[in-house]
């Protein structure tokens, strides 16, 4: 293989083929923290040797092999070596002795895939949310502690923190390296779709900092989506989550102006929007529908196609996504689905029955410190021609913002408004 830098060939060969080697590691190894040091020697051998001897023909394999010289080394190392060689061999007589129910077991194992083992296993619910996120990234996506904590905003020890603890807590939970029997798969593909999603939810709308979007974080959940629904074709809600962030993801050039500011869906672009992105998303839409009743995924993914089907906000169907959100609310209820309810019911029958159902939401605890609910009022309260109580809505919308971005554009629509 011809390179002209050697170093990024690497990082780049990493970022591809890292899941795949530390997934076929855990799997060996059972040790999901071993896994990933082993990975990593095999990465700094490929910085020292590579920019010498060339980038191998198939960087992929030589990791790998390379990973598992590695462990064969990490043993010979240990004191307890003939130990483990005696541990070792009373295991293969137990497995021979049991060959039957190994072959059971193996029939059983309805996906088989490394890296869908090593996912299910990043996204264990015995970890905690944030836990899950950094492990998903750092082992999943290749990226580094200091690219996880740049992305969410936190400090790199913090990270560091919370990738060690979730190690910790999947050792001492012994959790094995596997996916789960088929009675317990949908609970627990809740959680992986749970993850990806918020990991592109987050690169989507930014909930702190300076910057509108982080594009990096949409890309890293597209392409664990897109492995999910390879490894996993007949699941439905992970090919409506894979149409959602499709469709979704199809909008981000248009969500920023010049200067990085936002620019929201009706001012937008429509040409800007990535068609390729579009088609790859309703064709996943369709596949998910092709499986059975849609999910909540599935249901978003249907309201996303709505706008991105339209020519223009006028010319969409929001009597149609009125009718969805209704039947994603009955499926899945939360504050932020009646909320998103009430734009489409407000373009639908007009803004006064929007208004009714926001206005229903304003004793709602899990919204407090919401910006979405007062930004949502206003624009409700603008096409009503009740000023004044618009520009305290957007205001307050402004106050309660953690992205620097998003108050700019309070303020700014606070201003516009003339009573």
Request: glycine fraction near 8%; aromatic fraction near 4%.
């Amino acid at each position: 293989m011809t390179v002209g830098d050697p170093h990024r060939v690497v990082e780049a060969v990493w970022r591809i083929e890292s899941a795949r080697v530390i997934a076929g590691l855990a799997r060996m190894v059972r040790d999901v923290g071993l896994a990933e040091e082993l990975a990593q020697d095999a990465l700094v051998l490929a910085l020292e040797q590579w920019p010498k001897s060339g980038v191998p023909d198939n960087p992929g394999a030589w990791l790998m092999l390379t990973a598992k010289h590695r462990a064969i080394d990490l043993i010979r190392r240990r004191t307890r070596y003939e130990q483990k060689l005696e541990e070792v061999g009373r295991d293969m007589e137990i497995r021979q002795e049991s060959a039957e129910a190994e072959l059971d077991d193996a029939l059983d194992d309805h996906i088989g895939d490394d890296v869908l083992r090593l996912l299910f296993t990043a996204c264990h619910p015995v970890l905690s949310t944030e836990g899950r996120l950094a492990l998903t990234l750092r082992l999943l996506g290749g990226l580094t502690t200091e690219e996880i904590a740049r992305a969410f905003l936190v400090p790199e020890p913090t990270v560091g923190q919370r990738i060690f603890r979730a190690k910790r807590t999947l050792a001492e939970k012994r959790v094995r390296i596997e996916l789960p029997a088929p009675a317990e798969l949908g609970e627990r593909l809740a959680s992986v779709l749970e993850v990806v999603y918020l990991i592109f939810n987050e690169g989507y709308s930014a909930t702190a900092g300076d910057d509108w979007m982080r594009p990096s974080l949409c890309e890293e959940a597209l392409r664990l989506g897109r492995i999910l629904t390879a490894l996993m074709p007949r699941e439905a809600e992970a090919h409506g989550l894979l149409a959602l962030m499709e469709i979704q993801a199809s909008r981000i050039r248009a969500r920023t102006g010049p200067d990085g500011e936002p620019v929201l869906l009706p001012d937008q672009d429509r040409g800007l929007w990535d068609r390729l992105l579009i088609r790859r998303g309703l064709e996943a839409l369709e596949r998910a529908e092709a499986l059975g009743t849609l999910g909540p995924y599935g249901l978003q993914a249907a309201i996303a196609a709505c706008h991105a089907r339209a020519r223009s906000t006028d010319d969409t169907d929001w009597e149609r996504m009125a009718a969805l959100y209704r039947v994603l609310a009955h499926l899945a209820p939360s504050p932020v689905v009646e909320l998103n309810r009430a734009v489409a019911v407000s373009r639908a029958d007009g803004p006064a029955w929007g208004l009714e159902i926001v206005d229903g939401l304003m004793a709602e605890r899990a919204l407090r410190g919401y910006p979405q609910l007062p930004a949502v009022r206003g624009d409700l309260l603008v096409r009503l021609g009740r000023l004044d109580e618009a520009r305290e809505e957007f205001e307050r919308a402004a106050a309660l913002t953690r992205n620097e971005r998003e108050r700019t554009l309070f303020l700014n629509r606070a201003a516009a408004v003339h009573g």
